[in-house]
């Protein structure tokens, strides 16, 4: 028996005594983890060293890096997250809904685990973390394939999430780190009934892989070429403040914005403020003719830069004629993550609602708010992009299933 399937095995079992344990058992669980984690925070940022060194040394881009490093800021940001998993409420159990039959029989639709949840990410080593205490509390083990660049960092967080778990009378087996080699990954896409689930977080090849090769189920989190359109009826300042903080707050994260559309009635005057405030912070422009004949600095943009997750400081720009010239880029180019419109007009405002098919559709405001904690989920398991079982940010109710408990006094069929 392969070592894959040992630990699928043992987190088959493991996932039967987190079914039955109580929310009360599971919060203990993830409070211990969270101390655990900042008891251990000198060992998992001495591992994490190692890793951001090799990163380095082999050319890593400083956004990657900066994706995979760990301070004890970011340590204590993952014990606060397992914290405010805690305190949300348990969606195991839950009615989704429920009534008495005309025959008498009582019908309820509840919440139940998916079981085992494989999760295959790259870089981010604090999604271990995350992924662990947000499985565990939805009441799913976890089997989790981090990258060979954070290998040193999983391992330490890995290991103290387990040591934790265990205390408090779980078995430690709720979490398990698979190994970072191409047939370890091969064999847990293959072992479909003892993997319930498999969740990719990272880029579109990793994404594409998983969801080509796998048997086991999969959840596609998506790759996030976000948009912001700056409509004729913008307000240009707030336009402004948006778009720089969508793109530069946190560039080497998903919900950044990679794309700026800018209706012609403005493109003139929102550019003359834009063009110079993204130069300033080190943004590279990619823009079409209508763009670059407005910036001296910026760089023309080919049919891939339009398509382009950067995760850098990198933006693509266009002028479009209408908004819906805005829509039909979107479609073309975007990843149905998330896209914004800055607009006063609230006819404007609800046409882009309506017409674009995303994840996040946002209004007057800035893309990087599609994010689990900020949507009040706590911590997220990914943004799906896909549109069966979940849409947009994965909080606790997107990682359980549900059945049906029918209760009776003796009806047959007739």
Do not use: W
Not at 52 to 59: F, Q
Not at 95 to 112: C, D, M, S
Not at 196 to 210: H, N, Y
């Amino acid at each position: 028996m392969s070592e894959i399937i040992q630990l699928c095995q043992r987190a088959r079992e493991a996932s039967y005594a987190l079914a039955a344990a109580s929310r009360a058992d599971k919060d203990a669980a993830l409070k211990a983890m969270a101390q655990a984690l900042r008891d251990h925070t000198t060992d998992i940022v001495a591992a994490n060293a190692l890793d951001v060194a090799a990163a380095r040394e082999a050319g890593t881009p400083e956004s990657t890096v900066d994706r995979l490093a760990l301070d004890p800021g970011r340590v204590d940001a993952m014990a606060v997250g397992l914290e405010q998993l805690a305190g949300l409420v348990d969606p195991v159990g839950e009615v989704v809904r429920g009534y008495t039959l005309p025959n008498g029989l009582e019908l309820r639709q509840v919440r139940v685990p998916f079981g085992v949840v494989g999760i295959i990410y790259e870089a981010r080593p604090n999604v271990t973390a995350d992924a662990a205490g947000i499985c565990l509390k939805s009441g799913n083990a976890v089997l989790l394939r981090g990258s060979s660049s954070a290998a040193k960092s999983n391992a330490a967080i890995v290991g103290v999430l387990r040591d934790a778990a265990e205390s408090t009378g779980l078995p430690a087996d709720v979490v398990q780190g698979v190994p970072e080699d191409r047939a370890a990954v091969k064999e847990l896409m293959q072992a479909r009934g003892l993997v319930d689930v498999l969740i990719p977080r990272g880029g579109a090849g990793l994404i594409k892989a998983v969801v080509s090769e796998s048997t086991v189920p999969v959840i596609e989190t998506g790759v996030g070429n976000c948009h912001v359109y700056v409509d004729a009826e913008a307000d240009l300042d707030q336009a402004l403040s948006i778009l720089m903080n969508a793109k530069t707050q946190r560039p080497s994260v998903c919900n950044a914005t990679e794309s700026l559309l800018v209706h012609a009635d403005v493109a003139e005057a929102f550019l003359a403020k834009a063009l110079p405030a993204l130069a300033e912070a080190g943004v590279t422009v990619h823009g079409d003719p209508k763009v670059v004949a407005l910036g001296k600095d910026v760089v023309a943009a080919t049919e891939e830069d339009f398509g382009a997750e950067y995760n850098s400081l990198d933006l693509s720009a266009a002028v479009v004629d209408s908004l819906d010239s805005a829509v039909r880029h979107i479609r073309q180019y975007g990843s149905g993550h998330t896209d914004a419109i800055v607009t006063r007009s609230q006819s404007a405002a609800r046409r882009f609602v309506q017409a674009v098919d995303s994840a996040a559709v946002v209004v007057n405001a800035s893309t990087r708010f599609t994010d689990g904690g900020e949507f009040g989920f706590g911590a997220e398991i990914g943004i799906s992009t896909q549109k069966l079982h979940a849409r947009g940010p994965m909080g606790l109710p997107e990682m359980t299933s549900t059945k049906y408990v029918v209760v009776g006094e003796g009806q047959i069929r007739g």
